[in-house]
Structure formats: C-alpha cells, structure tokens
C-alpha cells in the first residue's frame, strides 16, 4: 500500500523540517520525504496550500469508557480525535472503575484496538481509586502499558503520598502528570476568585489554590530527582513557578488547554455552564502568561483536555454542573487562530507542542516523520474558515464554550500507519 502525499508545507519540529514537499508512505511507515516523488501509488491527497505534520498527539483526554458511556465512549472519543486531527491520544484514568489496575487497562487497550479510530494510551492512576492514600501497583500498570501516571481530576493531597510516587514512577520510567489543587482552599469554588466572580455573585478559587500544589510538587521533583508534568496549568504564578524550575534544571514539563490560552473568566458572565471548568478560566493577566509560557517554551505541550459531559448534566444551574470542556475537535483551529495567526508561536513551535513534545513526555516513539518511522499524520488547511458547529461534534459532549465562533485553520486529513480515517472532516475508518 502506496500514498503520496504531494505539494504539501511539511513541518517536523523533531527534525528541524520546514518545506515544500511529497511524502511518499510504503505500508503504514514514512518511506521518503523530498521535493518532487513520481512513483506509482495507490492513492495520492493534494496537499498545496497545506500544512503536513506528524499526527497529532493529544496527552491529557477524558474517554468515559469504562463507567459513563453516556458522556463518551471510546468508540466517539476516537472519532473526535480523528475529527480533530489527532492520531494519539492519552486518556486519563478516572472512568468507573478507575484505571488502577490492569484489568481496565487491558480492557480500554482492547476497547480501543476493535472500536477506536486512532490509537489510545491509556493513563494509570497514581493512587488505589485516585483517593490518594494508597500507591497503586504501579509496576503492574506499567506492565499492563500504561504510559503515565495521574490521579487527573483530584490532586494527590498528602505531600507523602506524592513524594513515594515520583519515587516508584521514576523507577518504572514513568512521568506523573499532576494535577494541582489544594482541595480546601478550591473548595465551595465554581468559578476564578476575582473581579468577575463577585460581580457573579460566584463563589470563586483562587489561584493559590493552584500555585500552592504546583510550588509542592517542583519541590518534591526536586527531591526525588523525579520527573513531573503539570496538566492544565492556569495561572501566572505557576507558569512562573515552571519557568524557573526549569531553568534550574529540574525535570518539569507542563502543558496548557486551548480553553484557558484562549478565554477568561469573563467568558463566564452569561452563565454558560459550558466555561465551567478546572481549573478555572482565569484573569486575562492569567492567560497572557501563558501565551507569554508557551512562547518561551515553559509550556511544552498543548493538551485538551477533552471532557465530554451529557447534555441534561451541563444544563443546570452553573454552580451544579459538573466542570469540563470538550476540546478535541476545536483544539487545530483554537491553535492556528489564536496562537499562530496572532504571532504567538511559529507552525514550527506550535507543532512541536502537539507532536514531539507529548511523545517525549509520554515515551512515544510517535511525533516525527522520519523516514521509518510510523506513518501518522495530520494534514491542515490553514485558510478554511468555519463556524464551531457542535451539532457536527463526532464527541458524544457538546459541551463547548466555542459553539458558534468562527475560527481559521482547520484539519483536513487524519492517517493513522498509513491509513486515512478522516477526510474532510468526514470518517472513513
Ligand atoms: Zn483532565
């Protein structure tokens, strides 16, 4: 099986890779790369005017499977990944039952394997049902494949606990991904403390909510020597905070949602349950020091953090909804028309934050188009322009804050080892 891709703009941060050119894919792997290929292929997809990149890799998603079906499955979640230009994705182990154990491990990897459209690398948890008293068999869930570990959606509050974590991960080679919360100054908090939620009339939480956990967590990984990822950072301080841990050498990495580089927490005026997130959208001082984090590299990795939820659960009143955005299907142009059109990040930059940077972190041999490697890659049309339609959502969730803005850079094509499983926004796996 022979596909050409042919007259695209190809970017490969991981390769330092910024050209016009043909991919040529031999059954499922990059077979070569240069400026003009003429050979005989069974299928070729015109890509001038289009951006070529390594399939995108999504590291922080909420697949529903097992438990709570009616939000996702792992059958949508992989057809909103493909919709949305993602050839990988990590799921996040808090399904019903949580992922501790290789028994759910073993059943989203098959789960994935006969119903998914793109691959799924499932997330262990860091602790017995994410309660965070116990460690849980941690070598067992690397076994078992996992690619990191999280407790997402709790943060691991005893400083113990974590610290016995970093330790055991790093001996399995894996990166706790954290999510950093201190419960009791969060608690009663629906939206970020600030202006905006006393003009609400919002009980809010304040970023030392965050920053306290964040400031724990850096000091532990400097401790235990240990690697750490902070999921869904949101606030100035802990961009800050990442910024110089970084500097002084310490193996973090942290990563930012679309949702929180591209709104604020005045988003939430108008109470659309949809900006009910967490962590919280921020000030706008918030999300400039994330642009200001992703530029400077600070923030390695844009992830989703795709949290489908059932319609009937997020129409209720703001301070009863659960929190979480989907995100997959909007992510591309959320990058492209707030990122690169506005002069934030290079293609180049903003690439490595969807491909080789989550690859790194997760210990993916993904994210690259070297010749050899696996044939996945996400073709992008940077001028069509369309209007954010979650009746279209492949995702189960509609629950968007972006439902009807008119966004630019759209992804056109998803080939998963060497298979297209969406054209045109269509899926054809
Ligand atoms: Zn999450």
């Not at 891709?5 to 792997?29: M, Q, W, Y």
């Not at 301080?237 to 591209?262: I, Y």
Request: proline share 4%; glycine share 10%; hydrophobic share 40%.
């Amino acid at each position: 099986m022979r596909l050409l891709i042919k007259g695209g703009r190809i970017i490969d941060p991981a390769n330092n890779l910024d050209s016009i050119g043909d991919v040529l894919i031999v059954d499922g792997k990059i077979a070569e790369i240069s400026e003009n290929i003429e050979v005989q292929v069974n299928k070729t997809v015109d890509a001038e005017g289009m951006i070529v990149t390594p399939g995108l890799i999504d590291m922080h998603v909420h697949f529903r499977e097992p438990g709570y079906e009616h939000k996702e499955t792992i059958a949508t979640g992989t057809r909103a990944a493909a919709a949305g230009g993602f050839t990988s994705v990590a799921c996040m182990p808090n399904t019903n039952p949580i992922n501790d154990n290789q028994a759910v491990c073993s059943l989203i990897k098959q789960k994935a394997k006969e119903e998914g459209v793109v691959k799924v690398f499932p997330i262990g948890a860091v602790t017995k049902g994410s309660q965070g008293e116990e460690l849980a068999e941690i070598g067992e869930l690397k076994e078992a494949g996992v690619v990191a570990l999280s407790d997402d959606g709790k943060p691991i509050s005893n400083g113990e606990i974590m610290r016995r974590a970093l330790e055991y991960a790093q001996m399995f080679n894996l990166t706790i991904i954290s999510h950093a919360e201190d419960l009791n100054l969060a608690v009663g908090g629906f939206m970020h403390e600030g202006y905006v939620s006393t003009v609400l009339g919002l009980r809010g939480i304040p970023s030392a909510a965050e920053e306290t956990m964040v400031a724990r967590d850096i000091i532990l990984a400097e401790l235990t020597g240990s690697p750490l990822h902070i999921a869904h950072l949101s606030t100035a301080g802990s961009v800050r905070m990442a910024r110089d841990a970084k500097a002084r050498g310490l193996m973090v990495t942290a990563e930012a949602t679309p949702h929180h580089f591209t709104l604020t927490d005045e988003a939430v005026v108008g109470y659309h349950t949809a900006t009910k997130v967490n962590p919280p959208l921020r000030s706008s001082s918030d999300r400039d020091a994330i642009l200001a984090g992703l530029k400077d590299g600070t923030i390695d990795v844009i992830a989703t953090d795709h949290a489908p939820h059932a319609r009937e659960e997020k129409e209720v009143e703001y301070a009863y909804a659960p929190n979480g955005m989907v995100g997959l299907e909007t992510a591309v142009p959320l990058v492209v028309s707030q990122l690169i059109n506005q002069g934030i990040l290079t293609w180049s930059e903003a690439i490595a934050k969807l491909t080789v940077n989550p690859a790194r972190i997760l210990g993916l041999p993904l994210g690259t188009l070297s010749i050899g490697s696996t044939a996945d890659v996400t073709i992008i049309d940077p001028q069509q322009e369309a209007v954010v339609d979650t009746a279209k959502f492949q995702s189960m969730g509609k629950n968007s804050a972006f439902s009807g803005w008119k966004l630019q850079g759209w992804p056109i094509c998803t080939i998963v080892d060497g298979q297209i499983v969406m054209q045109s926004g269509k899926i054809l796996a």
